[in-house]
């Protein structure tokens, strides 16, 4: 209990060895002592992964939402559990308390009850980050029905392919949703998905935007009068911890999305303690992260992890820049925000705007500002850390994966100093190790190699939907007995681990490993430079080139493309060596992404080596519209 939240570095040290040494006392205590079980474990941890048999807490029942929300109500059933900003500023916030959340996922449940759903069912959750989309995850996880979130910015081929994959019956959706200033027939793309899918029963539809749409008898349904008739009682299901919990679809890097499926104890645990440890969190604190529901840092970060600590989660309907570029300083300022965790792609947006939008807030609530889901480059850093954090807000760069369910390596705020673009050490009960490529272990500082998960931690992700072999082969197949990440990473001299990319983000030049982040790194150092990304191209002499694309600011759109070019090698030069220097540069008004900020390089690397014939699909992008005029500068050059 002493140990639950990590106080100063020395007790971080002492803990992390204790941790390692013995992770089922470790664990074990910690699931003791802060949670609500209906039946204690019978064993704490079995199983291992080259067996891909993982276990926690086996033996033992709960609900997740008793822990998320009942065990709340005696003593803070007013306390706001969720804090809703619409997508227009003009529409008033919700404060929904923990007792009204507490009604609301009830009704929620009968509703789901009454429409058949039992424990084990598949429910697919297409919603914008509105309430009901919170309450509708904590819906089914109260009747043990696995929800299945599929961010309602994908296709509705997207969407189809992810509700076959693992048969959902029913779905939630709404009549739209909101995007700064324009509107989202989400209905309409959930009707076209339900053409190809046969599995489906019935569409529960919220209101959000009041459009008119069509609703197919038999089948659709509005969810508010449902919800107004159902009882405001509904007794959880009682889970075993190892019953799924929800499954989350993530991209491979090839083939079909991979539908991870976690589980409920073990997900809990580590959520809810990393939860507290890595945000410093306090009773008074307002914590927002801006992610999305239909992520994982979503479902850890904004649901789970907040409310099984008894948080107030701020919840965000709208986009960085809506109606401007203050709008999340707006937000930060309103709710005195404590603890803030965004992106870099944000954070990058942000900061190449005018930094009044910035200073003419308020942010001296902030204590912790977080960063996922990318390396953060240098700059991007330096520029949270100055104009957000005042220099005295710790910002925690958390390295973690759908897979992982929670963070894995983070420094802990007011805790580990921080370094740049470092996500430092690991959290207690997690060991990573560095792996050379003939399969040994680099022990040492000052090592870079292919980031590896040593033994299980509670929360790992225990299979894919309906594809265990794949499960084994993705994660357990390239190193003996342990968890592959498929990420890079550098230990540097004291232990802190920089996360590097991909592992297949590496480009061998004339028999160089190079690294693409170091070299994009180095380029959005120049000032007249936004974003970069770096991919190899085929070449007769080196094997492989350097093909960069360079975003440059609007100001300075008109300048020497030459000279540039030339001040951008130099750059390279001068941080890496002159084996990095692009062989070819070309300037883009933007780069491809995913919904989740992470540049397609793999449509950037066909566009390079003048492959366009199949570029695959790329509806799923946040912003496809770029892709055209990338290959048009291309093919022109
Ligand atoms: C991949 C996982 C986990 C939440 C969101 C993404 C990259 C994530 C960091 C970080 C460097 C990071 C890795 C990882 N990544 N966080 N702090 N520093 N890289 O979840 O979509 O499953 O992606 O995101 O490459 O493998 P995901």
């Known amino acids: 209990m002493s140990n639950y939240q990590i106080e100063n570095l020395e007790e971080y040290f002492k803990v992390y060895r204790e941790s390692v040494e013995n992770p089922k006392a470790f664990w074990e205590e910690i699931a003791e002592n802060h949670f609500t079980w209906k039946k204690r474990w019978d064993t704490v941890f079995s199983g291992d992964f080259d067996s891909a048999n993982i276990k926690w807490f086996e033996g033992a029942k709960l609900n997740i939402t008793e822990n998320c929300i009942d065990r709340h109500l005696a003593d803070r059933g007013d306390k706001t559990a969720i804090l809703f900003e619409p997508n227009n500023p003009n529409e008033k916030a919700q404060h929904i308390t923990y007792n009204s959340l507490s009604k609301r996922v009830n009704k929620f449940a009968n509703v789901l009850k009454a429409q058949g759903i039992k424990k084990g069912d598949r429910v697919c959750i297409y919603l914008p980050m509105i309430p009901e989309l919170a309450v509708s995850v904590l819906a089914c996880a109260r009747i043990g029905a696995i929800h299945s979130v599929v961010f309602a910015g994908f296709s509705s081929t997207a969407l189809a392919a992810r509700i076959k994959d693992s048969s959902c019956k029913l779905v939630i959706t709404s009549d739209g949703s909101f995007r700064a200033a324009k509107t989202i027939d989400l209905k309409g793309i959930v009707d076209e998905a339900l053409n190809e899918c046969d599995c489906i029963d019935s569409v529960l539809v919220a209101k959000r935007i009041n459009s008119d749409i069509s609703m197919k008898t038999g089948r659709d ?294 690294g693409t982040a170091p070299i994009e790194d180095a380029i959005n150092e120049h000032p007249d430079v936004t974003e970069s990304a770096i991919v190899g191209f085929p070449h007769n002499i080196k094997g492989n080139a350097l093909y960069g694309y360079v975003t440059l600011k609007e100001t300075v759109r008109t300048r020497d493309k030459n000279q540039l070019q030339k001040e951008i090698n130099q750059l390279i030069t001068e941080h890496i060596g002159p084996i990095a220097k692009l062989d070819k540069i070309q300037f883009t008004q933007g780069l491809p992404k995913t919904r989740s900020g992470k540049i397609m390089r793999r449509i950037l690397r066909k566009i390079a080596s003048n492959d366009i014939s199949n570029l695959g699909d790329i509806s799923t992008l946040l912003n496809p519209e770029i892709v055209a005029g990338i290959i048009q500068s291309r093919l022109s050059q």
Request: overall charge negative.
């Open 221 to 514: 349904q509005w969810l508010q009068p449902l919800l107004d008739q159902a009882l405001e009682v509904c007794e959880p299901e009682v889970m075993d911890a190892e019953d799924p919990l929800f499954i989350l679809y993530t991209s491979g890097s090839t083939g079909t999305p991979k539908g991870m499926v976690h589980t409920t104890a073990g997900y809990m645990v580590y959520t809810t303690y990393t939860f507290k440890n890595v945000f410093q969190y306090r009773t008074d604190d307002i914590y927002w992260c801006t992610a999305d529901i239909g992520w994982i840092t979503g479902h850890s970060y904004i649901v789970y992890g907040p409310l099984a600590n008894g948080a107030t989660t701020v919840m965000f309907e709208g986009v960085p820049n809506h109606p401007d570029y203050g709008r999340f300083w707006d937000i930060v300022e309103k709710n005195k925000v404590t603890q803030f965790y965004t992106a870099p792609t944000a954070i990058r947006a942000l900061a190449k705007e005018k930094i009044d939008f910035v200073q003419n807030r308020d942010l001296s609530s902030l204590k912790v500002l977080g960063s996922v889901g990318e390396p953060i480059n240098e700059e991007a850093w330096n520029w949270y850390n100055e104009n957000i954090g005042k220099r005295k807000s710790p910002i925690v760069d958390t390295w973690w994966q759908t897979e992982t369910g929670g963070i894995m390596i983070s420094p802990i705020p007011y805790v580990t100093p921080t370094t740049p673009t470092f996500a430092t050490l690991p959290l207690p009960g997690i060991q990573p190790a560095l792996m050379a490529a003939d399969q040994s272990e680099l022990i040492g500082n000052q090592l870079e190699g292919s980031l590896c998960i040593k033994q299980p931690w509670p929360s790992i992700a225990r299979t894919i939907w309906g594809n265990h072999q794949r499960y084994k082969e993705t994660y357990f197949s390239a190193f003996k007995n342990m968890y592959f990440t498929g990420d890079g990473a550098k230990r540097n001299e004291v232990g802190y681990y920089r996360l590097t990319g991909r592992v297949d983000d590496v480009i061998i030049v004339s028999g160089h490993n190079l």
